[in-house]
């Protein structure tokens, strides 16, 4: 009998370019989770075939394009930011591969093709959360700063929906995605003098932000730093020094987070990559690997529709806590957590105290 074909599983990531470290923390990630877990699915052998787009979407959609036709992927995975995610959708629906968002977080993301389904979270899931907290903990006016593109806006337009409905007052400044110069920004939000200054830059961003915050005097004007996890993600934040000491976030993984999932998942990807720690887009990245195996296994080995359809409902408990994917609308729902940034043995980390379980998208979930 001829040997089965492997099954191919396309992971699409930026590896160069600056956005890079989610490239690097799904790859880490992906390939821990296949050391781990072998590679062999319901008897058939999988192949892992990375690729680098370089941060740029029409270069996502030509591998897509590639994997499928040439390498006939049953899966396409990876996709780290919006643009990356968006590109391929056609690709996915007509040729009816499953599209696993590991990383971009605008909530349309998941509607722009049935075949997509997403194990990192969205910025409204994460966002309304930390208003809810500062309504309710004497913050009373914020200004918004947030990368100018899907998920930047996502997150302004969430944040500032839910804290004017408890009666806060904002505003909202908005930066360019490509090369920012935050000083301009950060003058602005100095003359302003709000409670807290509200800031979403994607993973890998946020240190860039921390250095001129310092520069502009920002951290000793007592206006407190406040956003969703991007800002202080756990591959950067240990590098920041003690400007990040008492941030404020809301998101669905820290590397701190107490479980014993999640401290034999820290400590294996450590050992795995000596000078990493694993942030959120690791843990997108490990789950959802965890997703296309469990899913292989119900098609024994299929992709396609029925690979998709298998994907719908499937819950486990990742080192994040305990997850589901929404089957109507294919979106991860999680735990939030509100954190503090403290140090804890001579390290930063992101100290969760408070939680929100199994958190829906809102916007999908108001529709
Ligand atoms: C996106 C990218 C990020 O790095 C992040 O932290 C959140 C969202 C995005 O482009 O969707």
Do not use: C
């Amino acid at each position: 009998a001829l040997a089965q074909e492997a099954v191919k599983i396309g992971l699409i990531l930026p590896m160069t370019g600056p956005f890079a470290s989610t490239g690097r923390q799904i790859e880490a990630a992906a390939k821990l989770y296949m050391q781990q877990q072998g590679d062999t699915v319901a008897g058939r052998k999988i192949q892992l075939i990375l690729k680098d787009d370089t941060g740029v979407a029409d270069v996502t959609k030509r591998l897509a394009q590639e994997l499928i036709v040439n390498d006939k992927i049953a899966v396409m995975a990876g996709f780290g930011l919006t643009p990356l995610a968006l590109a391929p959708a056609p690709l996915a629906t007509q040729a009816k591969v499953p599209q696993v968002v590991m990383a971009a977080a605008t909530a349309t993301i998941t509607e722009a093709s049935p075949f997509i389904v997403r194990t990192s979270f969205t910025l409204p899931q994460a966002t309304v959360p930390m208003a809810e907290w500062a309504a309710e903990n004497g913050i009373k006016k914020v200004v918004t700063l947030v990368s100018d593109y899907g998920p930047g806006i996502d997150a302004e337009k969430a944040f500032t929906g839910a804290f004017t409905a408890k009666g806060g007052q904002v505003e909202n400044l908005r930066v360019p995605l490509a090369n920012p110069d935050f000083s301009p920004f950060l003058q602005k939000v100095a003359d302003a003098k709000p409670d807290a200054l509200f800031v979403f830059v994607p993973s890998g961003i946020g240190a860039q932000f921390m250095k001129q915050f310092v520069e502009r005097g920002l951290d000793k004007s007592g206006i407190k730093l406040i956003g969703p996890g991007d800002v202080t993600d756990d591959d950067i934040l240990n590098g920041m020094g003690d400007v990040a000491l008492g941030a404020i976030t809301t998101q669905h993984y820290s590397a701190a987070h107490d479980s014993p999932e999640n401290k034999a998942f820290v400590e294996a990807f450590k050992k795995a990559n000596p000078n990493m720690r694993p942030n959120f887009m690791a843990v997108g990245g490990y789950d959802g690997m965890h997703l296309i195996y469990e899913g292989l296994k119900k098609t024994g080995g299929q992709g396609g529709q029925a690979l998709i359809d298998a994907m719908k409902g499937m819950s486990w408990t990742s080192p994040r806590g305990p997850v589901s994917i929404d089957p109507q609308t294919r979106d991860i729902i999680q735990n939030i957590y509100v954190r503090k940034v403290e140090r804890r043995d001579g390290e930063l980390y992101n100290v969760e105290f408070a939680t929100i379980p199994n958190v829906k998208d809102p916007v999908k979930a108001a529709k």
